[in-house]
């Protein structure tokens, strides 16, 4: 079983930065790549950044240059720096992790940017 706990989230100004953590505990065997997704009220959750095991990163185009995702593969904690943020990247965010069996989710954390 794997539990996933998100924070860091708040309210910020256009322009302004955050930075959100993921905390993994459970039973992990071994690095499983990790993720970030938001969704917004009415829409779809779409992935914003990824890690793979091997330490590999994807994002979304709408993120890209402006988001970083990192791991501390002591702490199993995932990391999302959120730079030069916009109103648009108003969400929930949710950390994800894949397993063998299944994927796990975290409960999200709010993100609000104000313009």
């Known amino acids: 079983q794997v539990q996933l706990v998100e924070s860091g989230g708040g309210l910020v100004q256009a322009g302004g930065s955050l930075r959100l953590s993921c905390v993994a505990s459970g039973t992990i065997f071994s690095i499983r790549p990790m993720s970030w997704y938001r969704q917004a009220p009415g829409e779809q959750r779409e992935l914003v950044a990824a890690?793979?095991?091997?330490?590999?990163?994807n994002y979304a185009d709408s993120v890209k240059g402006r988001f970083t995702i990192s791991r501390d593969s002591a702490k199993n904690t995932v990391y999302l720096q959120m730079n030069s943020l916009k109103p648009e990247d108003t969400a929930v965010y949710y950390c994800?992790?894949?397993?063998?069996?299944?994927?796990?989710w975290g409960q999200g954390t709010q993100v609000t940017v104000s313009s």
């Open positions: 994800k992790i894949v397993t063998t069996l299944r994927d796990y």
């Open positions: 890690i793979g095991g091997g330490g590999t990163t």
